[in-house]
């Protein structure tokens, strides 16, 4: 009979290889959705790839009788968790359609950081010293690759850090969100506020929506259906090994998106890109490593 220690490790491991199938996923999602950017205005884009992942998970409720309506979809933490959604999903869209999808990629590395130190601000968490400066750095880190006040600053730069900073509220009302919502209805609803969010720049933007060719419709389907296959991985990564064992393996996505980034789209990696990242991914293990209960 296996004991508790083997049988730990075992499920961290699985845990971990879901958690790089979902950032492999996720950074695959960014490819189709920049893709589809070419030919598809922002909010258009963003009402038909909500829509096609809301669907999947509807569907997905409906197979294992999962219900989507319940008095908790409307509490306090979910609607703050699909304000905060929106403004994500927006901004890093826009960030993707107009923006290197590598250094877009990058800063949203780093969610984590902001995650502990808004935890710390608003929710009385605990932070040590140490993991005060790793925050610091982490945050140098996002300057070095932004640079603004240069004259490579782009201020389209901004719109990745809009969305890493919805992000990181968005996972920061997750803690809170009634424990009773699995993940088909949070995927539910997350793609329904990508809707919402589509909607809103529709009006904001003011363009036509354009005809959507046979290539864009291949676009839309692969990054509704990779998208909700890299929300359910990461789900699965979570709720599998423990959370310090599994989380560092988010940094993957780095890899995956830069990745592509260079492959497909052709982007150049710049020095200040690669220093950058390097003191975002160690702050971030470090605060990861002095989370861990002694």
């Given at each position: 009979?296996?004991?508790?220690?083997?049988?730990?490790?075992?499920?961290?491991?699985?845990?971990?290889?879901?958690?790089?199938?979902?950032?492999?996923?996720?950074?695959?999602?960014?490819?189709?959705?920049?893709?589809?950017?070419?030919?598809?205005?922002?909010?258009?884009?963003?009402?038909?790839?909500?829509?096609?992942?809301?669907?999947?998970?509807?569907?997905?409720?409906?197979?294992?009788?999962?219900?989507?309506?319940?008095?908790?979809?409307?509490?306090?933490?979910?609607?703050?968790?699909?304000?905060?959604?929106?403004?994500?999903?927006?901004?890093?869209?826009?960030?993707?359609?107009?923006?290197?999808?590598?250094?877009?990629?990058?800063?949203?590395?780093?969610?984590?950081?902001?995650v502990v130190a808004s935890a710390a601000l608003f929710f009385g968490e605990?932070?040590?010293?140490?993991?005060?400066?790793?925050?610091?750095?982490?945050?140098?880190?996002?300057?070095?690759?932004?640079?603004?006040?240069?004259?490579?600053?782009?201020?389209?730069?901004?719109?990745?850090?809009?969305?890493?900073?919805?992000?990181?509220?968005?996972?920061?009302?997750?803690?809170?969100?009634?424990?009773?919502?699995?993940?088909?209805?949070?995927?539910?609803?997350?793609?329904?506020?990508?809707?919402?969010?589509?909607?809103?720049?529709?009006?904001?933007?003011g363009v036509a929506f354009a005809t959507i060719t046979p290539v864009a419709a291949l676009h839309l389907c692969g990054?509704?259906?990779?998208?909700?296959?890299?929300?359910?991985?990461?789900?699965?990564?979570?709720?599998?090994?423990?959370?310090?064992?599994?989380?560092?393996?988010?940094?993957?996505?780095?890899?995956?998106?830069?990745?592509?980034?260079?492959?497909?789209?052709?982007?150049?990696?710049?020095?200040?890109?690669?220093?950058?990242?390097?003191?975002?991914?160690?702050?971030?293990?470090?605060?990861?490593?002095?989370?861990?209960?002694?």
């Open positions: 009979m296996q004991d508790q220690h083997t049988l730990d490790r075992r499920a961290n491991l699985i845990g971990s290889l879901w958690m790089i199938a979902a950032m492999a996923c996720f950074a695959i999602e960014d490819v189709f959705v920049k893709a589809a950017a070419v030919t598809l205005p922002v909010g258009q884009l963003l009402i038909l790839f909500g829509t096609g992942g809301a669907i999947v998970f509807a569907a997905a409720a409906f197979l294992t009788k999962t219900p989507l309506l319940s008095a908790d979809v409307v509490s306090r933490p979910m609607r703050i968790r699909v304000l905060f959604e929106v403004m994500g999903r927006l901004f890093y869209a826009l960030a993707i359609a107009l923006t290197p999808l590598s250094s877009a990629t990058v800063i949203l590395q780093a969610t984590p950081i902001v605990k932070v040590g010293l140490r993991r005060w400066i790793a925050i610091v750095v982490g945050l140098i880190g996002v300057l070095i690759i932004i640079q603004p006040g240069s004259d490579s600053f782009s201020a389209l730069s901004i719109l990745a850090v809009l969305g890493m900073l919805g992000f990181a509220g968005r996972d920061l009302a997750s803690r809170a969100a009634p424990k009773t919502l699995g993940t088909a209805a949070l995927g539910f609803y997350g793609f329904l506020a990508v809707v919402i969010a589509g909607v809103i720049y529709a009006f904001y933007e990054a509704s259906l990779v998208g909700a296959a890299a929300y359910a991985g990461l789900m699965k990564a979570m709720r599998t090994g423990e959370v310090s064992a599994v989380t560092p393996f988010r940094y993957a996505r780095l890899l995956f998106g830069v990745a592509c980034g260079v492959l497909i789209f052709k982007e150049t990696v710049s020095t200040n890109m690669l220093f950058g990242s390097a003191l975002i991914v160690a702050s971030g293990l470090i605060i990861m490593w002095r989370s861990k209960p002694r």
